[in-house]
């Protein structure tokens, strides 16, 4: 009778065992389903999609970004992205704003849509509307993902409309 109790908790022990394993295969696959789906909306978006760490480092660079500034991702990953996609005249502001918010925790920009100036890599500069999403996660120091699209053709469409109005 003893051991007809032994070999049932064995039993038992062997069934949780395999019921644990199956729960994290299961979570696994989850986990690889949802960064697959994730990758094909990066790789696949009309917007530029830019992510910094804290410290304003590039950790993502999606292939709308790449047409749009003219970094391969290879280039921009790891780099300051004030330095590649931010005019000179406003890095100043750029990096205070991020050092004031991860100081204080005040910010001007997050959850908003705002028009700004951009850079292309060979300098050029033209006219970006821009949405910041802060990403905080256990134990880390947040980080940043940007949404950017470039506004030049609705720029000049706007004038042009001024300019007819005016005449």
């Known amino acids: ?6 070999l049932l908790q064995i039993m ?10 199956i729960q994290r295969k299961q979570a696994e ?23 910094i760490n804290h410290e304003g480092k590039v950790l993502e660079f999606n292939p709308a970004a790449e047409k749009t500034f003219g970094y391969t991702r290879e280039e921009a990953t790891g780099q300051l992205m004030g330095d590649l996609i931010v ?22 920009v997050l959850g908003q849509r705002i028009e700004i100036i951009g850079m292309r890599k060979d300098g050029t500069e033209f006219p970006v509307e821009l949405a910041i999403t802060p990403i905080f996660l256990p134990d880390s120091m947040p980080m940043f993902t940007g949404y950017l699209r470039d506004i030049t053709e609705r720029k000049v469409a706007e004038e042009e ?6 005449e």
Do not use: M
């Open 12 to 21: 038992a022990n062997i069934a949780s065992q395999i019921s644990q394993f």
């Open 29 to 51: 696959r989850d986990v690889r389903e949802s960064d697959t789906r994730k990758s094909a909306i990066l790789e696949s978006a009309l917007d530029c999609i830019i992510t």
């Open 87 to 108: 005019p000179p005249k406003f890095r100043q502001l750029h990096n205070q704003g991020l050092k004031n918010y991860l100081n204080t925790g005040d910010h001007k």
């Open 161 to 166: 409309l001024r300019q007819a109005k005016e």
């Open 1 to 6: 009778e003893n051991s007809d109790a032994n």
